[in-house]
Structures are given as C-alpha cells and as structure tokens.
C-alpha cells in the first residue's frame, strides 16, 4: 500500500454520513465486520448538541488561555465527533484512559468541565477521582496511559468481569504520534497475549505537533494491529455515526471476552496543536480549507436539516445552551483560587514520609516568618 | 511458623509466598518468574501452587511490565513486578519516575498504586555487562517512591511483606550476590519498614552501608575489632525516605563517619548522607565524612570488578584516614 499523506482522502474506512449529510445505511469495515446505527431523532438532536456544546467549551477555553487566564490549551478542535462518538459508546461500568485532549470525552461521560480547566490553569494536576467518573486523568506522557489501561483491562478479566453484556471494557485514546512510542506497541503486545478488554482508540489528527503523519508510519495505522494479532479498522473520525458505530462494537466485543480492537479514527486537527503552537509553519492553507470541508458537525446539521428532525428553534435553542455553558465556565475559571502554598506537600506518599513533614514544618516556618503573613 | 535459617534468596521466597497466602489481590509478575521461578529462582514454586493468574510470566518488555502493573494497581490489585537484572530497569525508567511515582500526588490522593518493583542490584557475581549496576540514586532522587534495600534473611522475608502491604509504590533492591547468605528468620519478628538499624555497636567510628555493603561492612568491623578499634555499623535499610536520626546520634559519640556503597559516588546516597550528617552533627566531626564507593566510571568486566568493588581493605584504609585528620 502507499504511503499516505495528511490530507489525502482515506476510501479504506468506515463512514455513514457523509460530509454532505447523506446518511449511508451500512458500511464494511477493514475487520471485514458490517457496521450501521439505528439511532431515534431524538439521539441525533443529542449527538448533535454535544459536538456543538464542547465546540463551544473549547472556544471558550482558547480564548481564556489568549486573555492569561489558562497556561496552555490543547484543543479538540476539528476532533468532536471521533470524541463524541467515542465517548457515548462507553458504558456506564466502562473505563476510559484519556490523553490531554478529550475533553470531548470526559463531556460525554458526564463530567464537569471544569475538571481539565484546573490542570491547564495550573491549580492542579488533574486531579478529578478516576474511579468516580471512570475516566483516568489526563497524562501528558506521550503513550504512557496505554499500558496502565491494558493492566487495567487484566484487572477487569481477572476479577471475572467480562464475558456477557454486563462486562466491562476499557477504551484507551492516543495520538498519531504516540503510535511510534514503545509504550503503545508493549501495550499492543500485552492486550494481545492476554487477550484484554480493551480497544484502542487512537485519534489520527494527522500531526504531531509539526510532524505529519508519514513521519510515524509508512503503512495506515489501523493495520498495526494485524501484526499484534487483533483486528484493526479504520473509521471516518468526522463522522459522529461511523465512530460511534465501531467504538460500540469494538467496546461490546472485549467486554463479551473477544479481545481487543485498534481502532484508526481518521480525523484532523483544525487549530493548533495546543496554543503555544503555530502551525502555519508547517501547513498550507489549501489542506485546512480541504478539512474544513469534511467538518463534523456541519454535516450531521446538513442531515438534521434534510430529515426535518429538528427546525430553526432547535438549532437556536443548542447555541444558547453552548453560550450558557461556555459563560458558566469562564465565571468558574476566573474564580478558581489558587492553591495554598503548603499543599505543596500533600499526597507525596500514602503513609506520609518523615523527610517531607520535616521540609512542610521548615517551609511553615519561613512563610510565618513573613510579617502578616496567614498561609 | 518457628524461627528458622534461611538464605536471603529463600526469606525472599517465602516471603512472598506469604503474601500471595494472605491477600488474593497480590500478584507476581515479571520475565521468567513462573515456572523457571525467575532467574534467580526466588519466586521458586510459586507459580506452581498460585496459578499463572497471580504468578504471571510477562512478555519481555520492562516498561509494559511495570506500565500495565499500575493499571493493575488502579483496579485494585498489588503487584509486585520483578526486574530481572538492574542494569534492565532503564526501559522502566519513565514509568517509574514519570507515573508510579506521581500518581499518588497528581490524583491528590484519589488514585494509589501501591507496587513494588524488586530489583536484583549489586555485582560481584562475575556477570556481563548490564547485570552488576547500582541504579538506586535515580530512584531514591524522585519523590513519590520509596525505596529500600534488605541484606539479612530477616529482612528480605519481613521487609517484602511490609512493602507488599504498603500502599507507598516502593522499589525493593535485593542483594543478588547475597542470595546465598543465611540467617535467623523469625516470622513473627515486627519492625517499621523505614527505619535504619545497628548491626553492631561501637564506639570509634560509624561505618553506614546498605545492601550487598553490609556484609563487607560487618567484616571490616571484626577485622578493625582485632586491632582494638570498635566500628559501629548500621545498616541504613531505607534509602528513601532516609532514616539519620539514629545515625547523627551515631556520629556524634564517634566523630567520625564512613559511608559504604557499591554505586558510583558522584551525586550518589552516600553525597546526601555526607552532606546531611555536616548539616547536624559538624561540631561533632573530628574529620570529614569519607565515602567508600565504586569508581565514576561504568561498572567494568567481570576481572576488574574487585578492583571497582569496595572491599574491606578500603573500609578500613577509609576509617584510618578518618583518625588521621
Ligand atoms: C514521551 C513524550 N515525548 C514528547 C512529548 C511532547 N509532545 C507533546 S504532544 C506531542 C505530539 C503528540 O502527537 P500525537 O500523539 O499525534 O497526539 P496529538 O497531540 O496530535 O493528539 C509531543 C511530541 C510528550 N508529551 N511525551
């Protein structure tokens, strides 16, 4: 197979709408598996409200980081509906292993999205309770997370939780890039041997940061999985339908005992990579313009619309609960307090460390001896 | 259980053994540890009597042995990983340093993966390259581990159990040339895991090692005792968190202070033990802390390890050195 290149159109996926909003009733993936939705009008008003909400949200998140109120941003811009169709396919007992960018993700599953505001703000380090919200915190270590949800998924197969509808799954996210790492591959090589419940779902956005695509990889990324021993596919990552459709499946099959699935979302980063990132040095207008044209939200608008599934209020009605929401939000940001000083020291180690209390008590001491000073 | 002799190597064994008895949560994994009982044979039998869902052999790739061991750990199960040599934790090294040792801190609080990474440390066993290093520094620099080293049978068999039970991710260095040294066990034996010891009281000089040091330590000490001179030795058991205040104590009735290590002494433990002992106990010092450690270079081949090694002979030329300041 040639190579591919960023930007070039992918034939080999799965898709069910098109970016013209035409819906395809069945599509067969490269797993050789059928794949189709049967969703009410009232889950495509849904589905639709979501990409719009969290296009929203992370508007709002860029501007607060250009006015110094976030550090950094990674946006998801361009990616909502690899997200959204990801996220929705999770089951409430599922856990998820998110990098930096699914905010999408954590949306969907619920979760305030304040949460990922403090690691970017620098109040926290990500710090929401994983077991509660079954999504893991965001890890900034590229690949890393891919090993500890293939442990995970060992865990779920140990403690006898898969093999029916009420097993559990694992649904771990990373870049293009992070496929080059030798983390993502040993977490390949482990959920294959021990035959894990997981699927891996790795959102190709066609850049690691600067890097394009043909610089991880000469063949689809999808078809790593072959050499692994599961199956690989790839899926329109534009496509809210398709995404949802393969992650639902991929997530069904491991929790029915079925192994895992590499999944290839095939999508692109419409902005930068995060906001310290220019990439106008490293892409051409042309290509952004040829994404543009495939955007994920607009064409399931495009379908609504042709289907009369939702009229002129419902459209008005979604944008003033994504403004809301994004207000919201920024109220939030701009009041989160900073941390006190001396929780420097908290959580270092389940049972406490000498050294660390004795460095508290000195650091204590210097701040007391500030005058005025009530840390 | 009675008190019984054991090798370090089988105190280790049954140790872990013990482990996997009391909590169904504790598992075994690394290369070659199931049915071979790992290269060393200290999971000897295990996997035969615990099955190859707790006694796991893993693929051979060190960073997914201790990536998947935290996911392990998040589901709420102990894993105790093994290394097989040390010179192979470095493959390791960025889940080690970068995601055991954060988790806890990160999550503040909300997630623990309470592991043990035993590492196999130490040369003098004739080796090739890669299978006699001192890798401990890189670990006991980075917060959020814990790090010890055992040098008794007492200590493998109760010091494994403590860790395992821990919920502090702590890495565990064994001894390797040591395996084969016996001594009392006492299982009944309780002590808190973070704490140095004395192993031999005396009153000229402190002498302070860890590991595979200790032996040589104690040696040097009887050798010393034959020509009136009485060492007091510890073993430091925790590298991180250090246990001093019984060492300052120490140091203050003898004045003078040699630390043993087998690992290259630049930026090594036996620096920060020096510069913590200056701290507190300097109107006390009757000469400079001295350090007896092996070369800054890479750990050489197998007929040049003595020479790298400290042995005795440089234990004591150390503790004379210290009398003549
Ligand atoms: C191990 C590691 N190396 C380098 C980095 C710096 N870095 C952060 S994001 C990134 C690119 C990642 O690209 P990709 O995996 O495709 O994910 P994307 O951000 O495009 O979603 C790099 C190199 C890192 N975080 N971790």
Redo the contacts between chains.
Sequence with gaps: MAKQAAGEPAPDFVQLLTPDGERIERATGADGVEYSVDFTDEEYRGLYRDLVVIRKLDAEATALQRQGELGIWASLLGQEAAQVGSGRALRTQDMAFPTYREHGVLYCRGIDPILPLSLFRGVDQGAWDPNEVRVNMYTIVIGAQTLHATGYAMGITKDGKVGGDDGEAVLCYFGDGATSQGDVNEAFIWASVFHSPIVFFCQNNQYAISEPIEKQTRIPLYRRADGFGFPGLRVDGNDVLATYAVTRTALDNARHGQGPTLIEAYTYRMGAHTTTDDPTRYRIASEVEAWQAKDPIARVRAFVEKQQIADAAFFDEVDEQAKREALHLRERVLAMPDPQPLTLFDNVYPHGSPEIDAQRERFAEYLDSFEGSAH | MMAEKLTIGKALNAGLRRALESDPKVLIMGEDVGKLGGVFRITDGLQKDFGD?RVMD??L?E??I????????????RPVCEIQFDGFVY?AY??IV??VA???????????V?MVIRIPFGGGIGAVEHHSESPEAYFAHT??L?VVACSSPQDAYTMIQQAIT???PIVFFEPKRRYHEKGEVDPDLTYPL?ASRRVRPGTDATVLAYGPMVRTALDAATAAAEDGRELEVFDLRTL????LAPIYESVRRTGRCVMVHEAPSNVGLGAEIAARITEECFYSLEAPVLRVTGYDTPYPAARLEEEFLPDLDRVLDAVDRTFRW
């Design positions: 869902d893993t693929p790739a960073s997914g201790i990536g998947t061991a935290i996911g392990l750990a998040i589901r709420g199960y493959p960025d889940q970068s995601q954060k988790m806890y801190y990160r999550s503040q609080g909300k997630v623990k309470p917060a959020g814990k821990s919920d502090d973070h991180s968190p250090l246990d």
